[in-house]
Structures are given as C-alpha cells and as structure tokens.
C-alpha cells in the first residue's frame, strides 16, 4: 500500500534552516508529481511546493527564494530544504501524492516544524 514518511522537523530559531525528507513506498515513485503542504493550527492546509515527475517546480508565494524541494527517485524519497525560516512558516508539514493511477490523494503522518521569534 501506498506509505509516505515525513522526517526532519524540528525547533529552530529564526533565520535557521532545516530539511524535511519524506520516504515514499507503495507505487512507481519515479512517475508521479509529489507536493509538500503545510497546515498552522487554526488555518487551513495549503500549498507549499510541488515537484513533477520531470522535475520541474512550483512554489507558494510566501516561499519563494526561501525553499527548494527536490527528489531522489534512487531513494524514492522527496525533500524540502528550507532556509530563513520565520514564525509563520511554523506548521505541520505534510507529503503528498495524488493522481494518475493513484485512488485517491495519500497523506504522510506530518512532521512538525517551529520557528521561535
């Protein structure tokens, strides 16, 4: 079955960095567009980086210049390396995948990320 396994959240101060991983298994890894979200307590989950198949990239906004995601399909496993990390950008990160053969959306368990001010 489909898993997908957030890791690398933390406590970091502002202006820190920190690099999430998320290890997919259960399907073709290599053939699917993967996407990171976020989600602050009281707020809706939203978009922060997306990343095809082909490698191509698409960023929320509020992360541009900020955050890069990237994939190793050798490892299957999908990252967010992020950088001048500011209290709003304090949430539950989540990995997704979704579409093509897929039933429906998949969500990893989320791992937590905090920037104290």
């Known amino acids: 079955q489909v898993q997908l396994v957030e890791s690398g959240g933390g406590l970091v101060q502002t202006g820190g960095s920190l690099r999430l991983s998320c290890a997919a298994s259960g399907f073709i890894f290599s053939i699917y567009a993967m996407g990171w979200y976020r989600q602050a307590p009281g707020k809706q989950r939203e978009l922060v980086a997306t990343i095809t198949s082909g490698g191509s990239t698409n960023y929320a906004d509020s992360v541009k210049g900020r955050f890069t995601i990237s994939r190793d399909n050798a490892k299957n496993t999908v990252y967010l390396q992020m950088n001048s990390l500011k209290p709003e950008d304090t949430a539950v990160y989540y990995c997704?995948?979704?579409?093509?053969?897929?039933?429906?959306?998949?969500w990893g368990q989320g791992t937590q990320v905090t920037v104290s001010s």
């Open positions: 997704n995948v979704g579409g093509g053969r897929l039933s429906r959306d998949y």
